[in-house]
């Protein structure tokens, strides 16, 4: 059996497991929820769930991975054998399969969009035709299903050239890229004249406009952005060695995916507000409104307008597939590991397998957007089933195993790499008591309240 892989350094650790965490999640989803549920005090909401329940549960998949150096599924025969936990492994194969097939519709959207910024196409006159571009396009038949085809076949390339010649590489390449976009995204959209209204609102809490679906919202961007309870944590921990510090790790990438979905909302936010637009304004937030912005801004200075423009949706295009790879991985993971497929192999079934249901969740707002899933349409089915109930539930047996299944010693070994880092033995006891009480209370109580507010 040849040898499993590893990541080369700390930094390429952090580089692909921020690569893994920064999305569509925070660049597209992380302005608009923080629009939809008020500003500041859903920020709030949305640190203290990061700390308190999204890091422990990134420890938590840190822990099993790396104990294990398998995937999901091998992770949970190799550390309970002949249980029922295999079932939970094999949960986390299917769910970021399920993810990436919608997901990668999106990241399709993002390639359509970087092409009409770099063709020069935000001209329209008003904010009508600017929502009529975007819904003739996803409405459409072939155009959204070759974007969603070149997305989905560019993810399974970097796959295809392994874990250091594929996924490594890309991260190492462009996460710092993707930081410095956003940066420069985020500097001129402060700089616009009315901005100080969204840097106002990003700041400062309104806790009245805090409801419970807000909380619930927070609490669940917090595991989204994470790319947690889905198991891609897990197999990219399966990648790090054992002579790694897995909480410096953990924290640099946390902190990264804070910092560059902090930087986002600011650099979507005031934009949206210096055009006088409604920040709450959904999910066509990037897609929608940034264009009209653009429209805007380009009637002054045009080639500004047409440059910031490129880097805003260059920006989100390479997050996506950032992203999307780690989900596709999860899948190459089992096959080779588990079914003793090539990676070649693998990588060619997970493809047709993530084209075909992206072809239905794509076609979802067109052809076959009469076609419901208990009142939704195929493509919010998925969303629905990977954000409010696969993630939770991932979590939450992530945690129950490691808390409660995983001997405590075994757990300590593997965060302090048997007492090799003293800083990390000073609060192991800390990030346990979380792990095994804290997290799973708080991930009941997202589920519970995703549904009484469905």
């Known amino acids: 059996m040849a040898k499993r892989e590893t990541f080369g350094s700390r930094f ?13 999640g925070n660049i597209w989803r992380f302005p608009y929820t923080v629009g939809e549920g008020g500003g500041a005090a859903f920020i709030i909401v949305y640190l203290i769930s990061s700390l308190f329940l999204a890091m422990p549960i990134f420890m938590a998949e840190s822990i099993i991975g790396r104990t294990a150096h398998a995937g999901t599924f091998g992770s949970m025969e190799k550390l309970a054998p002949g249980t029922k ?3 939970v492994g094999l949960l986390t194969v299917i769910a970021p399969l399920i993810l990436v097939s919608y997901y990668s519709v999106v990241g399709g959207w993002s390639f359509e969009y970087l092409l009409k910024a770099l063709s020069f196409s935000f001209n329209a006159d008003s904010m009508d035709q600017i929502d009529s571009m975007f819904g003739n396009f996803i409405s459409g038949t072939w155009g959204p299903l070759l974007c ?12 295809l050239a392994g874990v250091k010649n594929g996924i490594e590489k890309f991260a190492k390449l462009t996460m710092p890229l993707l930081f410095v976009l956003i940066v420069l995204i985020m500097i001129y959209a402060v700089s616009l004249p009315g901005a100080a209204q969204g840097v106002e609102y990003m700041l400062k809490p309104d806790f009245s406009k805090l409801t419970g679906r807000a909380v619930a919202s927070a609490m669940g961007q917090s595991f989204f952005s994470l790319s947690l309870g889905v198991g891609v944590i897990l197999i990219y921990s399966s990648y790090i060695s054992k002579d790694e510090n897995l909480l410096s790790s953990g924290l640099g990438t946390a902190g990264f995916d804070l910092l560059f979905a902090m930087i986002a909302g600011f650099a979507v936010m005031p934009a949206v507000f210096a055009a006088g637009i409604e920040p709450g304004a959904g999910p066509g937030l990037i897609f929608q409104t940034m264009p009209y912005i653009f429209v805007k801004m380009g009637m002054d200075a045009p080639w500004l307008s047409a440059t910031v423009s490129i880097l805003f949706f260059l ?25 003793g497929l090539s990676r070649k192999k693998a990588v060619f079934v997970i493809l047709a397998l993530t084209w075909t249901l992206g072809v239905f969740c794509s076609l979802s707002f067109g052809p076959l957007g009469d076609a419901k899933i208990f009142g939704s349409t195929i493509f919010e089915a998925c969303d629905k089933l990977i954000s409010n109930y696969l993630m939770a539930i991932g979590g939450f047996l992530f945690t129950i195993f490691v808390g409660w ?14 007492g090799k880092f003293r800083f990390n033995d000073k609060v192991f ?20 309240t995703n549904l009484l507010f469905q």
């Open 12 to 24: 390429a650790v952090i580089m692909a497991m921020a690569g893994s965490a920064i999305g569509l």
């Open 85 to 87: 936990w295999k079932y």
């Open 148 to 159: 969603h085809t070149l997305f989905i076949t560019a993810t399974c390339l970097i796959v």
């Open 315 to 339: 920006t989100i295009f390479v997050a996506a597939l950032t992203s999307s790879i780690s989900m596709v991985e999860a899948g190459v993971a089992y096959l080779t590991e588990e079914k």
């Open 405 to 418: 299944k995983m001997s405590k010693e075994t757990v300590r070994n593997e965060f302090t790499n048997y």
């Open 429 to 448: 006891g800390a990030v346990y008591f979380i792990i095994r009480f804290v997290a799973p209370i708080g991930i009941v109580a997202i589920f519970l």
